[in-house]
Every structure is written in structure tokens, then in C-alpha cells.
């Protein structure tokens, strides 16, 4: 079963708009990570913020998490047609054993950036 | 480019027949799983290797499904008898630090 849910499903944005996801998830957690998919392709990791931390920055990328609701944010500033791929929040569970479980992804938020 | 290998990126198979996936992964990288992502959902966790010790297994994994990953380097996915359902990407990811790094992917279409 999936953990994290991605909201929205769907976003199209016009290019140098902000898009925003959003990601909640059930467990405590080691870590959450967001990756980058596009179509027919492997994952690609954009960020990973530790469960002692509120706020990460790389590049257009601004993450947040907040633990006490369980969620996080993933903003991407200036949007670019590149950007246009699905999203995915994927969390570690405390509970895992240093990781046996593997990560457990949300079903996605797909991202349009209208040129 | 990740550094994770996939091979092969595409696999037409009949029902019924078996298929051998191979995953590279990092070199450095002690911890290696793998994934299963249907159309529209997120992976989701198949097994998970730490060097040659195979240390967790999901329900999702059948015993039509068996994982090796003889020298704690390459591992191989093998599907015996496979059926419709087990069309999917197969997604291998190795991992150093708590990141994971995946590959491209194998995607599998049964007919």
C-alpha cells in the first residue's frame, strides 16, 4: 500500500508561474525525498529533507515538511516546459529498519508547464 | 544519468513464460532494492538487498518472483510463469546515505 499522498493529482501552469505540490503521508519518518519522473523514465532525486529539519533549498526548489501534520510542500519557482514531468514524495519510516523497507512513493502529482 | 544500469529497458514476453531482469547498481552503494510501478501509481517496494544478504521482501513479492544478488554487486529480478499482471516498469535503486538512486527502469508487457 501507498503511504504518501501527492495533491493535487493534476497542475498545469503557464511557464514562469510557481508550481506547488503538496505530500502527506501516515508514518513517522527517517526522511521524505522528492523525485522527478518523466514519461517512461526512471526517477530522478531532487531533494531529500531530514525529519529535524523544516525547510530545504536547491536551486528553483523549495521544500518544506512539516512532521507534527505529516506533510510537505514542493515549490518550483519560475517554471519551465522542462519541468513537465510527474512528482513523486517518498518517505523512509522510522520504523524500517535503516531502511530495509525501501521507500514508500505517493501516486504522484503530474505537472503541465504550458509554454 | 544516474549510475544505476538497467537491462533491458523493454521486455515483450507470452504468459507463462520467464523473464530475467539485470540492475548495476552504484558501485559504492551496499544497499540495492527494487521497485514495481504499474501506470499511474508510484513505485512500490519489492526487496531490498543490503551487499549479497537479501534482508526484506514485500507481500507483492510472489513465490513466482526471486531476487539475487550473488557478489553484493549486480542483482538480477527473475519472473517465472509470468502473467498479464505482472506488467510493469521494474525500477532497481542503490543507496548511499539515505538517497537512492534509480535507474531507467525495465518495462514488461505480458501478452
Known amino acids: 500500500s501507498q503511504q504518501g499522498e501527492e495533491d493535487p493529482q493534476a497542475l498545469s501552469i503557464q511557464e514562469g508561474e510557481n508550481a506547488t505540490m503538496n505530500c502527506s503521508y501516515k508514518?513517522?519518518?527517517?526522511?521524505l525525498q522528492w523525485y522527478r519522473q518523466n514519461s517512461g523514465r526512471g526517477l530522478v532525486h531532487l531533494i531529500l529533507i531530514r525529519s529535524n529539519e523544516r525547510e530545504k533549498h536547491s536551486g528553483r526548489l523549495r521544500v518544506t515538511l512539516d512532521t507534527s501534520k505529516k506533510s510537505s510542500s514542493l515549490l518550483i519557482t519560475a517554471s519551465r516546459a522542462a519541468d513537465t514531468a510527474s512528482y513523486f514524495c517518498?518517505?523512509?519510516?522510522?520504523?524500517?529498519?535503516?531502511?530495509?523497507?525501501?521507500?514508500?512513493f505517493g501516486k504522484g502529482t503530474h505537472l503541465i508547464i504550458q509554454p | 544519468d544516474t549510475g544505476v544500469s538497467q537491462n533491458p529497458r523493454h521486455k515483450i514476453t507470452k504468459r507463462g513464460q520467464n523473464v530475467t531482469f539485470r540492475c548495476d547498481p552504484i558501485s559504492e552503494h551496499n544497499r540495492l532494492y527494487w521497485y514495481r510501478q504499474t501506470l499511474g501509481q508510484g513505485p512500490e517496494f519489492l526487496t531490498y538487498f543490503q551487499n549479497e544478504a537479501q534482508l526484506e521482501k514485500s507481500r507483492l513479492l510472489s513465490d513466482r518472483f526471486s531476487a539475487e544478488r550473488p557478489k553484493g554487486s549486480f542483482s538480477t529480478l527473475e519472473i517465472q510463469r509470468t502473467e498479464q499482471g505482472d506488467s510493469a516498469m521494474y525500477l532497481c535503486?542503490?543507496?548511499?546515505?539515505?538517497?537512492?538512486?534509480f535507474g531507467q527502469g525495465t518495462r514488461l508487457t505480458v501478452v
Open positions: 508514518t513517522s519518518i527517517n526522511n
Open positions: 517518498a518517505t523512509d519510516a522510522a520504523d524500517s529498519g535503516g531502511g530495509a523497507d525501501g521507500l514508500t
Open positions: 535503486a542503490s543507496s548511499l546515505g539515505g538517497r537512492s538512486f
